[in-house]
Structure formats: structure tokens, C-alpha cells
């Protein structure tokens, strides 16, 4: 792996995050039907400071839950299957607008799993997309409602999210596969 | 992802597995208290479930772990079988390959049959128990069920009391709780051991253990797998064995009693500790067990066949 470009440090991630918040409650008109979902693991995080940020902007509280899609992913079977995390969704999101965060959207299989994994919750008024980085290359016809960065990318780039929360620090960086 | 693609002993499972398998469970757990309680992940699989030998607990386990998973599981049955009519094993076994199986959960009486089965396929089989020798996922559910009350496993201290040597549980168990560190102790009569048992701790009546131990481990007396005469009377058992509320009295705080099931009431356990309400309760986790088995046993088909 070499690293190729810095693209988001601390400060700018703290920046997109707010602006994303922002965001959400400008569209939604307020606070009052939003939950929030994180994929595991760096979407759970993001979820979690936006959340924060609403509840500090807004006075109330906000909820928020974490998925594991790995028992809804398409290609089980053909991977080495990665081990379990925990989902834990202890609210009900019938009728309410779920926003579901993720660190990069790519392909768009994990969003296509995840619809499905929300589904079997119950049936909210509104799914909506939030992703730190939109690197392209999509293989569904899924898109984001929120992006934090567009980040054009070749299929032999990886982009590397890193959260403080589960990896020490905030930063964001293309690294060449090798 | 398991390193072995079939179950059929205790002994053969690595350290790597098991952590594997027990990790996974809580997420499967989480399914079981869903509303919608099914994934995916398994579908358009095909899991058989062989039983040659009564079972509630362990037949519908499997069955509801597979469902749970979206796979498609047959039950098959014996008694209404082909092999009534005289079919051996073995070709039972080759007409259900030929229809495509992916998996085999199978139970037999007799020790090895398994063993003798899983050579005989070329899909995955699970040991749901054989005969005196082997019960590899009630062992794993046990040790999921100890992980979920200590938070560990090293250096706790457990008391497996009865007939040890009919019980493909204690086979099993004693296995898994030796491998993760576990101080192990065999509360049995010499009639119920093994010929060489001078590796083991024994001790011959629960009164012994059961101020000390973290984890009372009551095995289910093997009526039907006693060929020689039964224990010499049930008072005399009741005097050594039984677990009786004076016993559980006795037993420190945070321990627990378990049991595979299903239970002898009146012999392994009394009527009164089974029914019993209040702080003694918390301490019997036999329905807890049964409630991770399913998890377990989700774990175990999808880390085998997703």
C-alpha cells in the first residue's frame, strides 16, 4: 500500500460532518422523525457525531443504532466471510426518516444489503444516504442524499477512512493497492 | 471459515474455532430477539436432519437455526423411512446425496456412526450425538452459555456431576472446558467412570464441590444407554448426586447450575430446585442454554455453508 493523497484531516472531517447535519435537518424540517443507523464499523462513529451534533443543535434527543450487514451481503459464499459485528437497533423505525450513514460508497452492495437488513425492522417513511466519501464506481443504481467529499478514484486505488473512535485518529487518504 | 468443514468431535475443533463460533453468536442472538427473526445468508441451502435417536431440544435447535437463515432444512425420520424396509445406512445415506444436500445433522446410538457417515459423503456433517461418544455443539452452547455469565473462561473452577461414563455430554464438555483453561472435577461414583481415569480430578459425592465450584455441571443419568445394571437405588443416588435445595443452598455467589436436558426430576435434580423462584433461580441457566443453542448453532451453519 502506498499512500498517494491526503484528502481529510481532522478538521475537515469535523467540518462535513456539521455541514451534513446541517443538512439533514434542513430537509427533513427538523429533528423530530429522524433515527439514525450506522453500518459497521466507521459508519457507527459517523452516525453517532452527527447525532451529537443535531442533539447539541436542536436540544433533544437523538437516536441511534449500529447494523451489521454481513448476513445480507450478496457474495456469501464466493469471500472470505468476515466476522459478525453487532447490530443493535433497540428503536422502532416505523414511519420515521432513517438516515443510514456509511464511510465510502463504492459499488453501492453494502447500501443494496443494508436497505434490506432495515426492512426486516419494520417500514420507515424515508431511507436516506449519508457517505463521508462518494469514490464512484457503482454497480447498482444506488446514490447518496448527503455526500461529504466526491472522490473520483481508479478501481486500483483504495481510499482509507480512519475515526478516531476505532482507529485512533480522523483522516482520510487514497492509498495505491499492492 | 472453519478450518474443518465437518463437526464430529470436541477434540478436533482448534482454539481459532471456537472463538470463531462463540464471537459470532451474539450476533446471531441478536436475530432471535428480533420481530422478523430470519436472514438471508442462508439461502437456497439445504440442510438434512438426520435423528435415529429421540430429541427435542437439539432437533428443533437445528431446525430453527436453519430457518432462521432462510435455508431449507428436512426433517427426516426413521421410523417412516426406507429403512424400515430393510435399507442400510449407507444407501440411506447415498439417496439423500444424490438429491443435493448441502449439509448433514445427524444422531445416532451407536458410537461412531458419525464418524463412519462423514466418510462416506463428500457435504459437511454435524455430530448432534453419537451413542456414548461424542456432542460437540451442546459442548460449544455450554461454553457460549459460561462465556455470556463469567465474561471468561480461565481458571474457573467446574464440578460435572453423574454418569460420566455413558455421557457423550461430558465427553464433550470436559474437552472444551480443559482447552479454555477451565479447573475441571468429576463428582461421580466409580461404577460411572471410565477404566482409566487416573488423569482426571474425581471426587464421589457433590458435597464435596459444591461450596467451591463456579459451575455445577449436572449430566442427565443414560437410562437408555445404562447396558448393565442401574445405580443401586435412587435414595442412594438422591445421598451422593442429587442437587437438592440444602446443595444449591450452599453453592457461592454467581454460580450456576447446568443441565443438557432433559432433566430426570427427582434424580440429577429435585423437583423443588427445578421450580424454584427468587434469588436461587438465577443461579439454574437451563433454559438459557437452550435459548444459545440456537445461536450457537447459527453460528455453526453459517461459518460452515454462508
Known sequence: MIEKAYILNEDDIDRVVRRISHEILERNKGPESLVFIGIQKRGVPLADRIAKNIEKFEGTEIKAGKLDITFYRDDIGQNIKPNARITDISFDIEG??????????????????????????????????????????????????YVGKNLPTSLNEAVEVKLKETDGLDSVTVVEKG | MLNKKSILDADSLSLEDIKLILSNADSFLEISRRDVKKVPTLR????????????????????????????????????????KKGESIIDTLKTIFSMKVDLIVIRHSDSGTVKMVDRFVDIPVINAGDGKYQHPTQALLDLYTIKKRFGKFEGLKVAIVGDFLDSRVARSDMNLFEKMGMDVTIVSPTMFLPEDFSAMKVKHCIGDVIEDADIVYMLRMQFERQDRKFYPSVME??????????????????????????????????????????????????EEQVTFGVAVRMAILYLILG
Open chain 1, 96 to 145: 420515521k426518516n432513517v438516515i443510514l450513514v456509511d464511510d465510502v460508497l463504492y459499488t453501492g452492495r453494502t447500501v443494496r444489503a443494508a436497505l434490506d437488513a432495515i426492512i426486516d425492522f419494520g417500514r420507515p417513511k424515508s431511507i436516506q444516504l449519508v457517505v463521508l466519501i462518494d469514490r464512484g464506481h457503482r454497480e447498482l443504481p444506488i446514490r447518496a442524499d
Open chain 2, 44 to 83: 437456497g441451502k439445504t440442510v438434512i436432519n438426520l435423528f435415529f435417536e429421540p430429541s427435542t431440544r437439539t432437533k428443533t435447535s437445528f431446525e430453527i437455526a436453519a430457518k432462521r437463515l432462510s435455508a431449507d432444512i428436512i426433517n427426516f425420520s426413521p421410523s417412516t423411512s426406507s429403512l
Open chain 2, 237 to 286: 443416588y438422591n445421598r451422593f448426586l442429587t442437587l437438592n435445595m440444602d446443595r444449591l443452598g450452599k453453592m457461592k455467589p454467581g454460580s450456576i447450575v447446568m443441565h443438557p436436558g432433559p432433566v430426570n426430576r427427582g434424580i440429577e435434580i429435585t423437583d423443588e430446585v427445578m421450580d424454584t423462584s427468587g434469588e436461587l433461580a438465577e443461579k439454574i441457566v437451563i
